[in-house]
């Protein structure tokens, strides 16, 4: 039976990395990606009014940035002054993806707060803002059960309070020579893919997921860092609205994955961007200097099935995951949490 106290998530509508120079990164995102426009606007300190880091009022004038990656939104954050979560963030961790934005069916923060803090998740930051001060955002520290960091929010989508257009000129073209403009999925890198899985399901009803094991021989021309390698990773999936969240587990051998659980812990790693011929977009990121971490062809290669490419590109500031979907995934179900009937 549900729990009649259990907030219910609808989707996931925004992710969220943490940068230096806001600016800086949103140009980058339209000249590599062709992701935007973007609205840059005013955040924290004065715009949040009572803007609380862990749990005492602080001033801290922010930036914030925003663009429509469907069906998500993709965000931008920086403190310009002061001390919040963003630059205890970028100390501890650099420039990276930070949170996620859940959407909940009655858009109630208060409720949402206190059924979080419930379960044991501390609120780190939380304010008000917009016209009204109607509006308001509450991120919660979800990280030891779920991997990642919560935030809660009555604003599900338009132009934020006090926005600016990036570029000045709605008239301009992006000069990017690839343009993937849809996230389609937020991995998180985790210790245990059943396990955490199974925590989402019981603590917040998000699921049912899907297990499979991914192993070199399903794929003709598995790579890491450019050369051959072999490798086991198993991942957890479910969808949340339009978007799927995946889980991701180093089994064994060579991978990014181990690679990032080594040197960052169990956390948010790649943002998925779906194409439609695998090789020519990464041909494009390869020529323009990015490193391919990870890749791999689905099925016989004279079929051109498909196939994912994991790059990293710095000034994006995430690990950007391409894939090619097959019309069939090659790999079958080895469990679901909760298990099928």
């Given at each position: 039976?549900e729990?009649?106290?259990?907030?219910?998530?609808?989707?996931?509508?925004?992710?969220?990395?943490?940068?230096?120079?806001?600016?800086?990164?949103?140009?980058?995102?339209?000249?590599?990606?062709?992701?935007?426009?973007w609205?840059?606007f005013?955040?924290?300190s004065?715009?949040?009014?009572?803007f609380?880091?862990?749990?005492?009022?602080?001033?801290?004038?922010?930036?914030?940035a925003?663009a429509?990656c469907?069906?998500?939104?993709?965000?931008?954050?920086?403190?310009?002054?002061?001390?919040?979560?963003?630059?205890?963030?970028?100390?501890?961790?650099?420039?990276?993806?930070?949170h996620?934005?859940?959407?909940?069916?009655?858009?109630?923060?208060?409720?949402?707060?206190r059924?979080?803090?419930?379960?044991?998740?501390?609120?780190?930051?939380?304010?008000?803002?917009?016209?009204?001060?109607?509006?308001?955002?509450?991120?919660?520290?979800?990280?030891?059960?779920?991997?990642?960091?919560?935030?809660?929010?009555?604003?599900?989508?338009?132009?934020?309070?006090?926005a600016?257009?990036y570029?000045?000129?709605?008239?301009?073209?992006?000069?990017?020579?690839?343009?993937?403009?849809?996230?389609?999925?937020?991995?998180?890198?985790?210790?245990?893919?059943?396990?955490?899985?199974?925590?989402?399901?019981?603590?917040?009803?998000?699921g049912?997921?899907e297990?499979?094991?991914?192993?070199?021989?399903?794929?003709?021309?598995?790579?890491?860092?450019?050369?051959?390698?072999?490798?086991?990773?198993?991942?957890?999936?479910?969808?949340?609205?339009?978007?799927?969240?995946?889980?991701?587990?180093?089994?064994?051998?060579?991978?990014?994955?181990?690679?990032?659980?080594?040197?960052?812990?169990?956390?948010?790693?790649?943002?998925?961007?779906?194409?439609?011929d695998?090789?020519?977009?990464s041909?494009?990121?390869?020529?323009?200097g990015?490193?391919?971490?990870?890749?791999?062809?689905?099925?016989?290669?004279?079929?051109?099935?498909?196939?994912?490419?994991?790059?990293?590109?710095?000034?994006?500031?995430?690990?950007?995951?391409?894939?090619?979907?097959?019309k069939?995934?090659?790999?079958?179900?080895?469990?679901?949490?909760?298990?099928?009937?």
């Open positions: 039976m729990r009649p106290d259990r907030i219910k998530i609808v989707k996931i509508r925004q992710v969220c990395i943490v940068v230096k120079d806001v600016r800086k990164t949103a140009a980058a995102f339209w000249n590599i990606l062709g992701i935007g426009p609205q840059i005013p955040f924290g004065p715009v949040v009014a009572n609380m880091v862990h749990g005492k009022i602080t001033y801290v004038p922010c930036r914030g925003v429509e469907e069906p998500m939104e993709l965000e931008l954050l920086q403190d310009v002054d002061g001390r919040s979560v963003y630059s205890e963030w970028v100390e501890e961790h650099g420039e990276s993806l930070h996620m934005k859940f959407i909940t069916d009655d858009l109630d923060v208060d409720k949402s707060d059924y979080l803090e419930r379960l044991g998740f501390p609120n780190i930051q939380y304010g008000y803002f917009g016209a009204g001060q109607v509006t308001h955002l509450s991120y919660h520290d979800a990280r030891k059960a779920l991997k990642c960091i919560w935030e809660t929010s009555t604003r599900s989508g338009g132009k934020p309070y006090g600016g257009e570029p000045n000129d709605p008239k301009t073209i992006s000069p990017a020579r690839v343009k993937l403009n849809s996230i389609s999925e937020v991995g998180i890198v985790v210790k245990n893919a059943a396990q955490t899985a199974q925590n989402y399901w019981d603590i917040m009803g998000i049912p997921w297990i499979r094991d991914w192993a070199s021989h399903e794929f003709w021309d598995r790579t890491c860092r450019g050369k051959p390698a072999w490798g086991l990773e198993r991942t957890a999936r479910t969808s949340i609205g339009e978007m799927e969240l995946e889980l991701v587990q180093p089994v064994e051998g060579d991978s990014v994955y181990q690679n990032w659980l080594d040197a960052r812990g169990e956390s948010i790693q790649h943002l998925k961007f779906p194409c439609n695998i090789d020519a977009t041909q494009v990121l390869t020529e323009m990015f490193m391919s971490l990870q890749s791999g062809h689905f099925g016989d290669p004279a079929k051109k099935e498909g196939g994912f490419n994991i790059f990293d590109v710095p000034p994006l500031h995430c690990i950007v995951k391409l894939e090619q979907k097959p069939v995934l090659p790999v079958k179900l080895s469990a679901t949490v909760p298990p099928r009937k």
